[in-house]
């Protein structure tokens, strides 16, 4: 049943760690930070050059470190409270559909990540090998 578990959270960390790397890696390089910025400053985020950075790099870097699982509960609570700004700031009024610029997706990331903050990187992942 453990390694059942074990097999359970990797798969989730990776899942949604890959989700984060990329829409992060989509605001360094595809879209761009200062695009990105601009978006956000469509949507009342308070400083949105800077948030946009910040945003990206908790993504990038948080999305990485799920995958690897180090430091697994902070990154999963910075990807949380990530999310909970997209949410808040982007599609609270939009009804529950991406399709239509919905939470859905903000939410199932963000309380999964928080999910896996709270239960740790499971036996396969560095923080394991590390004693955390």
Known sequence: ME????AAILLARVGIGVVF???GWQKFFTLGLDRV???FA?????QPHVTAAVVAGVELVAGIALIAGIL???AGVLLGVD???AFYFVHATHGP???QNGWELV???GVGALLVAGVGAGRFSIDRVLGG
């Open 3 to 6: 390694t059942l578990q074990d």
């Open 21 to 23: 790397v990329a829409h």
């Open 37 to 39: 910025g601009q978006q």
């Open 42 to 46: 469509g949507f009342g985020v308070p």
């Open 72 to 74: 697994t509960p902070l």
């Open 83 to 85: 999310m909970a700004g």
């Open 97 to 99: 559909f991406v399709t």
């Open 107 to 109: 939410v199932a990331l």
